[in-house]
Protein backbone atom coordinates (compact mmCIF):
# COMPACT_ATOMS: atom_id res chain seq x y z
CA UNK A 1 0.00 0.00 0.00
CA UNK A 2 0.83 3.81 -0.65
CA UNK A 3 1.65 6.31 1.83
CA UNK A 4 0.36 9.45 0.29
CA UNK A 5 2.89 11.96 1.46
CA UNK A 6 1.81 15.63 2.91
CA UNK A 7 3.26 18.34 1.69
CA UNK A 8 0.64 20.58 2.61
CA UNK A 9 2.31 23.23 5.25
CA UNK A 10 -0.23 25.05 7.42
CA UNK A 11 1.69 28.22 7.43
CA UNK A 12 0.28 28.65 4.25
CA UNK A 13 -2.88 29.67 5.65
CA UNK A 14 -1.82 31.97 8.30
CA UNK A 15 -0.25 34.42 5.23
CA UNK A 16 -3.73 34.23 3.47
CA UNK A 17 -5.73 37.49 3.40
CA UNK A 18 -8.77 37.05 6.00
CA UNK A 19 -11.78 38.44 5.33
CA UNK A 20 -15.06 37.86 7.34
CA UNK A 21 -13.48 34.70 8.71
CA UNK A 22 -12.23 33.24 5.33
CA UNK A 23 -8.83 32.78 3.99
CA UNK A 24 -8.72 34.31 0.72
CA UNK A 25 -6.98 32.28 -1.79
CA UNK A 26 -6.57 34.13 -5.12
CA UNK A 27 -7.22 32.02 -8.21
CA UNK A 28 -6.62 32.61 -11.78
CA UNK A 29 -8.67 31.03 -14.29
CA UNK A 30 -7.59 31.29 -17.69
CA UNK A 31 -10.74 30.76 -20.24
CA UNK A 32 -11.15 32.23 -23.71
CA UNK A 33 -14.88 32.14 -23.94
CA UNK A 34 -16.16 35.41 -22.03
CA UNK A 35 -19.36 33.89 -20.47
CA UNK A 36 -17.34 31.06 -19.41
CA UNK A 37 -14.66 32.95 -18.03
CA UNK A 38 -17.31 35.61 -16.23
CA UNK A 39 -19.68 32.41 -14.88
CA UNK A 40 -16.63 30.70 -13.39
CA UNK A 41 -15.39 33.60 -11.87
CA UNK A 42 -18.69 35.02 -9.96
CA UNK A 43 -18.94 31.27 -8.56
CA UNK A 44 -15.35 31.11 -7.18
CA UNK A 45 -15.97 34.98 -6.24
CA UNK A 46 -19.35 34.41 -4.37
CA UNK A 47 -17.71 30.65 -2.90
CA UNK A 48 -14.84 33.08 -0.81
CA UNK A 49 -11.75 32.92 -3.21
CA UNK A 50 -10.68 36.21 -5.10
CA UNK A 51 -11.09 35.19 -8.73
CA UNK A 52 -9.48 36.95 -11.34
CA UNK A 53 -10.16 35.76 -15.21
CA UNK A 54 -8.07 35.68 -18.20
CA UNK A 55 -9.25 35.44 -21.80
CA UNK A 56 -5.71 34.40 -23.47
CA UNK A 57 -2.68 32.68 -22.45
CA UNK A 58 -0.36 36.07 -22.70
CA UNK A 59 -3.18 38.11 -20.75
CA UNK A 60 -2.85 35.17 -17.84
CA UNK A 61 1.25 35.40 -18.31
CA UNK A 62 0.68 39.72 -17.54
CA UNK A 63 -1.29 38.83 -14.81
CA UNK A 64 0.92 36.41 -12.74
CA UNK A 65 3.47 38.79 -13.08
CA UNK A 66 1.34 41.68 -10.91
CA UNK A 67 -0.08 38.87 -8.31
CA UNK A 68 0.94 35.97 -6.90
CA UNK A 69 -1.97 33.13 -7.55
CA UNK A 70 -2.48 30.46 -5.43
CA UNK A 71 -4.19 28.08 -8.19
CA UNK A 72 -4.58 28.42 -11.86
CA UNK A 73 -7.27 26.83 -13.77
Do not use: P
Not at 10 to 28: E, T
Not at 42 to 65: K, R, V
Amino acid sequence: MLKRKQNFNISVLLKRKIIGGKAMFKILVVEDDREMNKTVCTFLNNSGYEATGCLSANEAYDAMYETVFDLIV
